[in-house]
């Protein structure tokens, strides 16, 4: 790749942001600003924000692109009008990223909105999508991309398979699931060692509740708390844990303070004990929790195809990384990546299955020999061996490959 090369990404999209996508796209313009002689900008709008900070700082990235906030029209209207106002903004700030991105005169322009990308193809530049969900709504978008042979990357199997069920060719389609940055986990930590800093790492975030801190064994989730993401079961399988011994915990990590609420006013008294909401954390914290939690669960919805196809979830690959053994309900979303070996998988919807299989984890753990490691052990080790192929830089690697840029 030669040193004139440019690489220009538009986000149409609040940032910093406590949102997963945050995480993602900041992620991938440092991973490909890491490839050699490219220079990226990455190209986003102002919006009025509680989260403060700049992006390098707020998500710990390395200082290697550069990030150009553009001055955009942002207002917001009461009640449902305000679904107006963000339709009305959106359309607006994106002929505005779009205008600025094209003074840069780039080789290659990456976006995840189709609005973005179907803007600047009618300027014939080099333009890749990445697409996160299919839906009917948008199929305008895709039969303009399809009709140019528009470059896709898609973030999972099964959403690549409903693009070429409606007409884009093959190669024209790559799938790059999401990542991690492995190195923000740091060395796969086990047994005894584990203990020791679990013990630490408790009174850090239960300074305030000594019975937390003494629990027996912790389950956590991470991750926003959407309806398609299945998070409610929890509070069954919370019911079904404290039946089998009171000393565990289901910990959920993450989710708006309204998103919260709602979760906690569904609580039962009796349930409260033995399930813990506390909403989201900055992401540095993310691998903390992940050593303090004895395992770590991944759920989503059966019946809703952006949680059974179209889904990659940073935290899967996040708790791939950690160490931390995996129970997750086998939805093919999950499977394109988890399996038998790597992690605890359990039929979706059932609540006792999933409780069953997080007890399997704790029971192994309570009989924990260092001369024959068991079940989480094993998992685990496993999950951290193949995680490590998902790196933001083998994505970043694999894209641009596909996308011409790097041979």
Request: hydrophobic share 40%.
């Amino acid at each position: 790749m030669n040193s004139s090369k440019k690489l220009i990404y538009i986000a149409n999209l609040r940032l910093p942001t406590e949102k997963a996508y945050g995480i993602q796209i900041t992620k991938m313009c440092e991973a490909f600003a890491s490839q050699d002689g490219l220079d990226v900008t990455l190209v986003y709008p102002f919006r009025k924000n509680l989260e403060k900070g700049d992006i390098f700082s707020y998500y710990s990235l390395k200082n290697n692109f550069k990030a150009k906030e553009v001055m955009v029209w942002d207002f917001y209207l009461p009640g449902f009008l305000n679904k107006v106002a963000f339709l009305v903004k959106n359309y607006f700030s994106a002929k505005e990223l779009v205008k600025e991105a094209l003074r840069e005169n780039a080789d290659v322009y990456y976006t995840r909105e189709e609005l973005v990308a179907y803007l600047l193809s009618k300027h014939n530049k080099n333009v890749v999508f990445e697409c996160h969900r299919f839906s009917n709504k948008r199929k305008f978008f895709y039969s303009h991309f399809k009709k140019i042979n528009l470059k896709i990357v898609a973030i999972s199997d099964g959403l690549k398979q409903d693009l070429m069920k409606f007409g884009i060719k093959d190669s024209n389609v790559s799938v790059a699931r999401d990542g991690v940055d492995p190195g923000e986990f740091g060395v796969l930590i086990s047994g005894e060692k584990r203990k020791e800093i679990q013990k630490k790492l408790r009174e850090e975030f239960f300074t305030d509740h000594n019975d937390r801190r003494r629990r027996k064994k912790i389950a956590v989730y991470i991750g926003s708390l959407y309806p398609w993401k299945g998070v409610d079961i929890l509070i069954k399988v919370a019911e079904h844990l404290k039946d089998i011994n009171p000393n565990y915990l289901i910990w959920i990590v993450g989710g708006s303070k309204n998103d919260v609420e709602v979760l906690k006013k569904g609580l039962h008294p009796n349930i409260v004990p033995f399930i813990y909401v506390n909403g989201a954390v900055p992401h540095k914290e993310v691998a903390k929790i992940l050593i303090v939690a004895d395992c770590a669960i991944l759920t989503g919805k059966e019946d809703k195809l952006i949680s059974a196809k179209y889904t990659s979830p940073l935290k899967m690959f996040e708790y791939m990384a950690s160490g931390c053994p995996i129970v997750a309900q086998k939805l093919p979303s999950f499977l394109e990546v988890l399996n038998n070996q790597n992690s605890i998988l359990v039929k979706p919807g059932d609540p006792k299955e999933l409780a069953d299989g997080i007890y399997k984890i704790f029971k192994s753990l309570d009989d924990y020999n260092p001369e024959e490691p068991e079940l989480p052990e094993r998992i685990s080790k496993k999950a951290f061996e193949d995680v490590q192929k998902y790196s933001w830089n083998e994505r970043a690697k694999k894209i641009l490959t596909f996308s011409g840029f790097l041979v």
